[in-house]
């Protein structure tokens, strides 16, 4: 059923309006994991009147060569893909793609791996290349390699929350946010050249940013974390790869400044999620109409579970009833 449902929706490019990311995939994939029904699936997938059909440049697809971060590649990449599994060549060629995206997890947007985690759970072939086309045509890794700062996270935290750089020109997009932040210099001069914390402390942080601002490009974060880690335990590890994570440690710095440095509040201790509490946040979320909310939700349950964390819990329980900017909105 979810695969009819998928493959009907198909037709739609990764994004649309010059860089906004398609939801639509993602969405239905997060309904179903949450329970719902094939009604409530059909309904949503009607909502596809803001997409774009996919334009197909007809290029060759013998050689790959110069289509990483190629927007124009992303129909060539889904007939590449494809023809890849025809003739048994997509498995070999997996852990090189892979180990591409754990270099760039800010592709497509941060909806690159999101979209491709959704699809390597749901195991639609033809979306799980439409989510890897997408990623791979809308490559993007930040340039981390002339930072060189020392400080310790507490220090540099401490020292923009003293004095905030200043913030940049509003974009409408969130790896533009990212990107305009780092480049400030006074953000440039504190970035590390290293991991402060470890990923599971990052991904901390990174819920207690959403909480400390209910911020839309904060709340990227936490989805894209969450993806990270399905994808890094559905190829057996048990962390993502560092590179990874000091890729997200940069894009959470970018959008700390973005949010205007603020204190972070303190976190509740961890522990492994309530299975009777599980069900009614997933029955809840069902009942959400916004797809960030839907996929907050989710994403902060599976992290309850993937990461033992009960304040994961606690924002999804508060996403599913009041929806992602939270009950005190």
């Known amino acids: 059923m979810l695969r009819d ?5 198909l037709p739609y490019s990764g994004g649309y309006q010059n860089g906004l990311s398609n939801h639509l995939p993602m969405a239905l994939q997060a309904l179903a994991e949450l329970g719902a029904d094939e009604g409530a699936l059909r309904m949503r997938a009607r909502r596809h009147g803001h997409l774009e059909r996919l334009d197909d440049d007809g290029r060759d697809i013998d050689d790959a060569g110069g289509w990483l971060g190629d927007p124009g590649s992303e129909a060539a990449w889904r007939r590449r893909l494809a023809w890849e599994r025809r003739n048994g060549e997509w498995h070999r060629l997996w852990p090189e793609r892979l180990r591409l995206l754990w270099s760039a997890p800010i592709s497509g947007g941060l909806h690159g791996l999101i979209r491709l985690a959704y699809a390597r759970r749901g195991g639609v072939e033809e979306e799980v290349d439409a989510a890897l086309a997408y990623a791979l045509s809308h490559w993007l ?11 310790s996270l507490p220090a540099l935290l401490a020292t923009w929350q003293a004095s905030p750089p200043r913030l940049p020109p509003e974009s409408r997009l969130i790896w533009q946010d990212i990107v305009l932040a780092l480049a400030l210099p006074e953000v440039a001069a504190g970035m590390p050249a290293g991991l ?13 940013l959403f909480l400390a601002s209910r911020d839309f490009d904060a709340l990227h974060l936490v989805t894209l974390w969450e993806a990270l880690l ?11 790869p560092d590179e990874a994570a000091r890729q997200m440690q940069a894009a959470w710095l970018g959008v700390y400044v973005y949010c205007g440095c603020p204190t972070l509040p303190e976190r509740s201790g961890g522990g492994p999620a309530d299975a009777a509490d599980a069900a009614e946040i997933r029955r809840q979320a069902r009942r959400q109409d916004n797809e960030h909310a839907l996929k907050l939700a989710l994403s902060a349950l599976r992290l309850a579970e993937l990461d033992g964390d009960a304040a994961w819990l606690a924002l999804a329980a508060d996403t599913a009833a009041h929806g992602w900017r939270g009950a005190r909105a």
């Open 230 to 240: 399905s994808l890094a335990r559905m190829e057996g590890l048990a962390e993502v």
């Open 5 to 9: 449902i998928l493959q009907a929706v």
């Open 196 to 208: 402060l914390a470890d990923a599971r402390e990052l991904r901390r942080l990174a819920l207690r």
């Open 141 to 151: 890794r930040l340039d981390l390699e002339a930072y060189r700062a020392e400080f």
